[in-house]
């Protein structure tokens, strides 16, 4: 029975079916933000301010719809941007070369085959290991990783800043519209109401979502600035502020050296991140923690220790532990007259 029942277990390293196609929903919600979009932009250039235009306001209301158009053309780059970037590749044979140390080979992927860097998860959706992976956000249908990271906090500045502009901008016309209703002085036809009603619906709709785009925002961006992810951020077996190494450091490990490209989503060198996704610096006081831990759980500690106890037996542990390294360096011998063990890290 227990063969039966090993047998009719897949094997997760050989399963055909463990790489499911990507899920498509993503595409829906982004038609979703384009209707959106579309409905939200007639509504504040047409319905709102052309039809508020008269020879005395013509100069603000032209400058108004124009630094309107021109934040939606960067919000707009911003999405193209951060929904086309490969957010992080896990290269190949990584934790494979000569010379890596132990820890980057503790985290495995049985569904990529492959081992996972430091601060990097398997995306169900996207069906790969990301570098850095914050989350994976279905309104841009892609995650969001090492290399993406920046242009999706660049999608959600210039949506607080839209969405708050046409709060601002619009409030006073809206006041305009509505206290016409409220005095009577609309007329109760179809064309009229339209025009009542797609301003009332589309206000409101943006002064909610702007409130919540808002929060969300500050959530990133503390993120950013603590250098944490949402991932991180929910782990309460984290070390929390464990690669936390400074505001303005962490800052430009997202958004790069330029400043100049902070706010566009330009892809070049001097606007790329900080390092490689793959090795991370940690604060000061971890470590220093770190090196301690090594230095008094590594094999020299053990050695020292047996050498303490068993003195005739000691230098030919150490010798044989040294020769063994030497020979390959990803072998580690650890003996002891009393119960000898052989542990071998491949």
């Known amino acids: ?79 193209i941007t951060a929904m086309n970037t490969n957010p992080g590749d896990i290269p190949l044979y990584w934790g494979f070369y000569i010379g890596d140390d132990d820890f980057k080979r503790k985290r495995y992927c049985l569904i990529c085959n492959a081992f996972k860097p430091e601060r990097s998860h398997h995306c169900s959706v996207c069906n790969k290991c990301v570098l850095n992976m914050d989350h994976h956000c279905p309104w841009v249908d892609n995650c969001i990783g090492f290399y993406n990271r920046k242009f999706f906090m660049q999608v959600l500045f210039y949506s607080c800043l839209i969405t708050l ?45 702007s409130f919540i785009i808002t929060r969300f925002f500050q959530f990133h961006l503390y993120l950013v600035l603590n250098n944490s992810t949402t991932i991180e951020s929910l ?31 330009v892809i070049s060198e001097s606007g790329r991140p900080i390092g490689d996704g793959l090795t991370w610096k940690v604060r000061l006081e971890q470590s220093i923690e770190i090196n301690r831990n090594n230095s008094n759980e590594g094999p020299n500690a053990r050695n020292s220790s047996n050498d303490k106890s068993n003195s005739g037996h000691g230098n030919l542990s150490n010798n044989i532990h040294i020769e063994m390294n030497n020979l390959n360096p990803n072998v580690n011998i650890n003996t002891s007259p009393l119960s000898p063990n052989v542990n071998q890290n491949k």
């Open 165 to 209: 502009y046409y709060d601002f901008s619009a409030g006073y016309f809206v006041y305009l519209i509505l206290r016409k209703v409220i005095n009577k002085k609309i007329k109760y036809n179809f064309r009229e109401l339209y025009n009542f009603g797609i301003v009332f619906i589309c206000y409101v709709f943006t002064l909610v979502f």
């Open 1 to 79: 029975m227990e063969n039966n029942n090993k047998s009719n277990e897949k094997d997760p390293l050989s399963d055909p079916d463990k790489k499911k196609p990507k899920k498509n929903y993503g595409k829906l919600l982004i038609l979703l933000i384009i209707i959106a979009i579309i409905i939200d932009s007639y509504t504040y250039i047409y319905e709102i301010m052309f039809k508020s235009l008269t020879s005395k306001n013509t100069t603000i209301i032209v400058s108004l719809i124009a630094i309107f158009i021109l934040i939606l053309i960067l919000l707009l780059w911003c999405f």
């Open 235 to 265: 782990d309460t077996n984290a070390e929390k502020d464990k690669y936390n190494i400074g505001k303005y450091e962490n800052w430009i490990q997202v958004f790069g050296n330029n400043k100049l490209l902070f706010f566009f989503p």
